[in-house]
């Protein structure tokens, strides 16, 4: 079970972080994602932090603004996100998976409820 937190309504311009921790799990050697869903649209990848904490991959549209890392020591990942746009707006998830590094949803393992951001003009 992984639960994010840190959603909330800001103004454009502001920055939120989300948090997302694993009850009873460590990300050691778990690639880790963010996605997020706007009403009316699918599922879209957002950012991704592989097992081995090498690399990162994130969508053109959050390049610069985005940041994902993770916490092994206290089981916890973070998107920092920056200079957010109204069209961030979305409902997002972290999701979590066994030594992978994906942008493919299907091929995560562990998935949050999700969190809404909600960015006002």
């Known amino acids: 079970q992984m639960v994010e937190s840190g959603g909330g309504l800001v103004q454009a311009g502001d920055s939120l972080a989300l948090s997302c921790g694993a009850s009873g799990r460590t990300f050691d050697n778990y690639g880790v994602g963010w996605f997020r869903q706007a009403p009316g649209k699918e599922r879209e990848f957002v950012a991704a932090?592989?097992?081995?904490?090498?690399?990162?991959r994130y969508v053109d549209a959050v390049q610069g603004r985005f940041t994902i890392t993770k916490n092994n020591a206290n089981e916890t990942v973070y998107l920092q996100m920056n200079s957010l746009k109204p069209e961030d707006t979305a409902v997002y998830y972290c999701t979590a998976a066994a030594r992978i590094s994906t942008t493919t949803p299907a091929r995560y393992t562990f998935w949050g409820q999700g969190s809404q951001v909600t960015v006002s003009a």
């Open positions: 932090l592989s097992w081995n904490g090498y690399s990162t």
